[in-house]
């Protein structure tokens, strides 16, 4: 079986998605993207991806192979960011929810594109809410 191929981007917030989805079996790191070279720098020495790996631009970073992001970003950029990622044909992971318009378009969206979006409720209202 092929691992899945997973993008990180907002690494500070993401690098444990990035620990432990390299520690899988399942999976493999292939791509990370961070508005920080440090960031980008540490997290790749750490897992050993090469610097070509690493993106600065989120739309570059989307152009990869990546089966699928997880969005570690501050919650204000999640909804373009994922909107984006369903376009380009990616699958989503997103710790943090939106607000609750915001997710309904998204997982509308993602129905529209036969894509998978695991995402996190703050609240069973809201759990309930987004399932409708």
Do not use: W
């Not at 500070?12 to 390299?22: D, E, I, P, Q, S």
């Not at 790191?29 to 960031?39: F, G, M, R």
């Not at 919650?75 to 309904?104: D, N, R, T, W, Y």
């Not at 894509?115 to 069973?124: G, I, K, N």
């Amino acid at each position: 079986m092929s691992k899945i191929k997973i993008g990180v981007v907002g690494i500070r917030r993401g690098g444990a998605y990035v620990k432990a989805f390299h520690r899988s079996d399942r999976s493999e790191i292939t791509a990370i993207c961070d508005l920080s070279e440090h960031n980008l720098a540490q997290s790749a020495e750490e897992i050993g991806l090469p610097e070509e790996a690493c993106f600065l631009d989120y739309d570059k970073f989307l152009e990869t192979d990546i089966d699928a992001v997880v969005v570690g970003t501050p919650i204000p950029f999640h909804e373009e960011q994922v909107i984006k990622a369903l376009k380009a044909g990616k699958h989503i992971v997103c710790e943090k929810p939106m607000s609750l318009p915001q997710m309904k378009a998204t997982i509308d969206r993602a129905r529209e594109l036969d894509m998978l979006v695991f995402a996190c409720a703050d609240t069973l209202a809201e759990a309930k809410a987004i399932a409708q």
